[in-house]
């Protein structure tokens, strides 16, 4: 039996907590589902049923209030998903790439858009970028991260020679281009970087960047409706 | 001297919270701001002789530790700003209007983002929306309130009244438009829902209902991101 402990970093496992995000794994990527453990509280009937199906003799289920009190703080979390993780290599196609992300919120939110514009390849950029496997992250993607791939690159040369003929799009304060007179070529990479200090000077000089005008009156757009305006504009139909 | 106390939403007085939020306030809202307090540990020189410089005579500034612990667990705010809620009717010309939003981070992001794409008359809907003057709120905008207005509305029909010529555009997860083959007329208020239940059915018959396009992996984008969108796509320049 799998043992619950606070999440870190370096752990085996990871999990998923809630009722919604708990199903979005066992019916996307039930493969990485070790466990799942229901609340000896919880009393929607249709959901446990639903749950034991899924998990059938593959996946044990168990009830159980002590792993609540170690993960959850949430009085209104009642199923725990036990997740694996898995290096989950990102394949050819279009990409987020984000530098540095410092929150797991962010992150998460940012995982959530991407699926929701059909972008399953992210890579996340080191050395001191959020954890994507951290159990914030996956409630912040409201299970979406169960739909995608997501790669952790140490350095962003890294991530470049692995996709050599990705477009590459870096978004900056002070892009050379405003996005919507910027014709994204597919298969394309949308470049994010860090809350609060942007993408390095560096990426100047890397493909074509790109700045999402603004009136003077904010110093920039939250991290996560930059990446998602960019994601917009990259993928709608006309 | 006022007296800080947590805050309620029936309290006469807001706190902006952290130096960044009370330099947005004393620059851009100088006449609602009571008081400026200083942690006796911030050591900011300079930032202590703006503060002080543009208090003058006028606003009383002092030094005290206690109301960091009623106000603020955070332990990186020392300068609280002590605010005072006035009524701050909206203007005529391009509007955001929230109806029903029900959390304080939403708000404030979606405030930020106003700001930034030039929307500076900002809606609330109740009867169940999230306060705009929550320290929160505050918080999450970034200071961004203290740059616009925002008024709140018992029921929609309050809000149609007042700006019968305004061109309606709620955004509904089955808008019968697609957002990029709409042309957005000013003056223009967007309208957005609750994060969990979007906009009552009625609206498919106010204005031009409107759908962000997205996968049907996701239920809906976060009402951060479908506003922020919106925003960028009916101010953008070309």
New interface residues.
Partial sequence: MIKVTSYKSGNEYTYGLGATIAMEYLLKKKEAVRAVILHPDFRSEETICKINSICGKDIPVSVEAKPFNILSKKENCFVICVIEKKPEPIRDGNHMVLVNPSNCGNLG?IV??C????VRNIAIVGPKAADPFDPKTIRAS?G?LA?VNVEVFGQFEDYQKRFPSNNLYPFMLDGST?L??TKINKPFSLIMGNEATGLDPAFKNIGQPIR????G???S??I??AA??GL?EAT???
């Fill in positions: 939110t959530r858009s699926l929701g514009f059909g409201m979406a739909s405003i919507q007179e999402i005008e603004h009136s009156d904010i110093d757009l939250n996560t409706i998602s305006i917009y709608k139909s006309c």
